[in-house]
């Protein structure tokens, strides 16, 4: 155990010093409970004081022993009995040892402070601590050899919980494969047709819902008619591309309108293609700032455009394939 940091003397006192009687000085006692132990267990190391209210104690720190006595718990002071200005206080440590042997830990002490005195106050007696270990006789013990691993026979109710849970899976997945099986010949299919990628929207569908897209956007409400245009002319180069295998996405506007001149379409729809196609290129390359009614107007014109250039067959296929009455 050692002393804690020097306490600050109480700043301002200038009484002079006066003689005191032995009476006054503080009484220190100590001892530790219990004094034997087993190597491993607690003991507290307990320091009691005997001192006048206005005198001021500082108890110590614990200081750990080369790692054979260490600190476990510093518990609170506790004020065990008053009788007018007289205090007596109780300070317990929590230790444990872990080496074997009989440990001399000297007088306790603690530091003391009365007016403009300083000074450091031990108990009388030294404290002493037996520590013991586990005595083992080995002469009265046989030491045997370690065992072989025993094997025991295999019990097929070891595992029948896992084969009855194995077997309930099996026609659990059984009867699913044949309801699916079942529910697909209905319809003329087979496991096969589950894994097929989905069909290609026709160009029409795939043209309209491009659009629909580029409209609730609203590129040009926010001054975005580069886009806008842009967005606009490429959809209608795709569904040409695929509507008649014609190369649009590489061609200039010009070559699309004399490329579609051998086609059979309506004049509107014809006139509608050629007046979105020279809009988009003056808005595209020549900076051009339509207004609302243009842009709403050209994006009506590439609407029906498709509608009225799709291809009959292509609306009947699909409306056969959406009617229920067909599956």
């Given amino acids: 155990m050692k002393r804690l940091s020097t306490i600050a003397l109480f700043s301002g006192l200038v009484l002079a010093a006066s003689p005191l009687r032995a009476q006054d000085i503080p009484v220190v006692t100590a001892r530790v409970e219990p004094d034997s132990i087993m190597i491993g267990d607690r003991f507290d ?13 500082d108890f110590p720190v614990f200081e750990p022993r080369d790692g054979k006595i260490e600190l476990v718990e510093s518990l609170p002071v506790d004020t065990l009995e008053r009788d007018g200005r007289k205090l007596k206080l109780r300070k317990r440590y929590r230790l444990a040892a872990f080496d074997e042997g009989k440990y001399n830990l000297g007088v306790a002490q603690v ?13 009388r007696d030294s404290l002493y601590l037996e520590v013991a270990t586990f005595q083992i006789d080995s002469t009265s013990q046989s030491i045997y050899d370690l065992k072989a691993q025993k094997t025991l026979p295999f019990q097929l109710r070891e595992i029948k919980d896992y084969i009855t849970w194995g077997i309930l899976i099996l ?3 059984g009867a699913g494969i044949w309801a699916l099986h079942r529910w697909l010949t209905k319809r003329g299919k087979g496991f096969g047709d589950l ?9 029409h569908v795939a043209a309209i819902q ?18 806008y245009y842009s967005g606009l002319t490429d959809i209608l180069r795709t569904y040409i591309a695929a509507r008649w295998s ?20 309506p004049d509107k729809a014809r006139m509608d293609l050629t007046s979105i196609l020279r809009d988009g290129d003056l808005v595209k390359f020549a900076k051009a700032t339509p207004d609302a009614e243009q ?23 699909q409306a056969v394939e959406n009617d229920p009455m067909q599956n």
């Fill in 45 to 57: 190391y307990v320091i009691d004081v005997e001192k006048d209210l206005v005198q001021v104690i």
């Fill in 111 to 123: 530091l003391y402070a009365d007016k403009n005195i300083l000074d450091t106050l031990s108990s």
């Fill in 171 to 173: 026609l659990v997945l």
């Fill in 195 to 203: 894994f097929k990628p989905a069909p290609p929207l026709p160009p």
């Fill in 210 to 227: 491009a659009l629909e897209t580029l409209h609730n956007q609203k590129l040009w409400q926010n001054n975005r008619h580069k886009q």
């Fill in 246 to 265: 014609i190369g649009a996405m590489e061609m200039t506007s010009d070559e699309i309108i004399e490329a579609m001149r051998g086609e059979e379409l």
């Fill in 295 to 317: 842009n709403e107007a050209d994006y009506l014109k590439a609407y029906y455009f498709v509608e009225e250039t799709k291809l009959v067959e292509e609306q009947t296929a």
